[in-house]
C-alpha cells in the first residue's frame, strides 16, 4: 500500500535501490554523509528506514526544522544521550533530586562531562552556543567510554543558521572533526545552502561529508510495485498508468498520492480497469488536495519583488524581461527558497512538479494537464 502524510518506513517503503547500499556502507565505515534534495523527497523516510528496520545503530535523532533555539536542541541531545548509558529523563531527574541524578551520573563513570553539565545547568545564564557544543561533546565522550558507535543525524540541517549565527558553523566543525565515535548524517532541502555549507572551499564544513544527492523514486521500480499490487488486486491497467507516473517523474510524495488515490478509488468504487480518464480524474484531485500548501509556496513568492514573474516565466518558458543582473539576484533568491533548481547556465526547472502545473494554468477553475506517452 502507499501512505503519504509523514516519512514511510518497512513495508511501506519502496524502491531506493541505489541508494540504499551507498548510504549503508558510508554508516559501516562512519563516513560522515550530506543528504541533499528538495522538500518531500524522502530523505527523512530513507534515513528513518535504514535506522529502524535495516540496521542496529544506536543513533541520535533531531529535525532543525523543529528546533527554535540551540538551548533546547542541546537539551534534547543530551537527554537522548545520557540515555544511552542507563539515565533516562535526565531533565526530569535534575528537577527532582540534583544529588540523585550526580549518583547516577558518576556510577556510570564516564569522565567528568557528567559534572560540566550539571555545572551548566546550575547557572543563571547559559551561553547557547557552548552549551551546545556541550551536548555534541557529551555524545562522543559516551560513545567513547562505552565502547559504541553512535550515528547522529541533523534533519534540516541548514536551518541552524536560523536559530543561531553563520560562526556556528566553524564552531560546530572545529568540535566534532575530533569525534571519532560518531558519524553524523546532515539532511537538507534547501540545497543551495546545503552545497554553500559543505561543498565551498571556504566553508568549514568543505569536504567534511561526503554528498549524496537524493532523486525522486525510479519511475520502473514504482511501476513494478505497483503492477503487482495491482495484480494482486485483480484490476488491470492499460499504458496511462506507466504515463502518469512518468509524468511524475518519481516525485516521491507526489507519486504516492497519486497511487494511495488510485488504490482507495478501485477499493472503494469497486474499479476494474485503470485507464486515462480514471489517471486524469486522480491527478487533478491530488493537485487540488496539495493546493493550500502550493499556493502558500506562491504567497512566499509573491513577498518578493519579481520574484513570483520569474517563477511564471520558468514553468510556461517565457522570457522575462528583467536585467540580467536582477534576474540573476532573483534566480539565486528562488533557489534558497528551494523553489528553482539550475540545470544547465540560465537554464532553471520549478522543483515542484505541482506548483509547475499550477503556474501553467490559465483558468484557475479547470486545471488542464498534458501527459506525453512513454515507451516502458
Ligand atoms: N521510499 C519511499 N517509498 C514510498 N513512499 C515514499 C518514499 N520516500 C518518500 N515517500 C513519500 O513521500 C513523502 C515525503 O517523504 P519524507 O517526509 O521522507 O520527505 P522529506 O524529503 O524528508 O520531506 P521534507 O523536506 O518535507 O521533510 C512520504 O510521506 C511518502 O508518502
Ligand atoms: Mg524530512
Redesign the pocket.
Known sequence: M???????KGA?????KKHLPIFKAYLENNQHVMIK?P????????VK?VFEHESNYTYIYVDL?RATNLKLLANQIIEKAYSFVGIDNFFYQFKKSITGLLKSIQKVKIDDIGEITLQYLEKDEIDEVEYFLHAMEIVETIAAKKNIKIKFVF??FQDILRIADNFILEQLRSVIQHHENVTYIF?G?IETIMTKIFEDKTSSFFHFARVMPLSG?DVNELYEYTKELLNTLKVNYDESLYNFLFFLQGH??YS??FLQSLYFKIKIEDIKIIDNELCIDTLKNSIIENRAYLEELIMKAKQKKHHYEALLSIANNKVIKLNSKTLYSVHSSLEDMGLIKKIDRANYIINDIFLNILLQQKDDENIIIEIDRHNK
Open positions: 502507499f501512505k503519504t502524510g509523514s516519512p514511510v511501506d517503503f519502496i524502491d531506493r534534495a522538500r518531500r523527497f524522502g530523505k527523512t523516510s530513507l528506514h526544522r534533519d534540516e539532511l532541502s523514486l516521491p510524495d504516492a498520492q
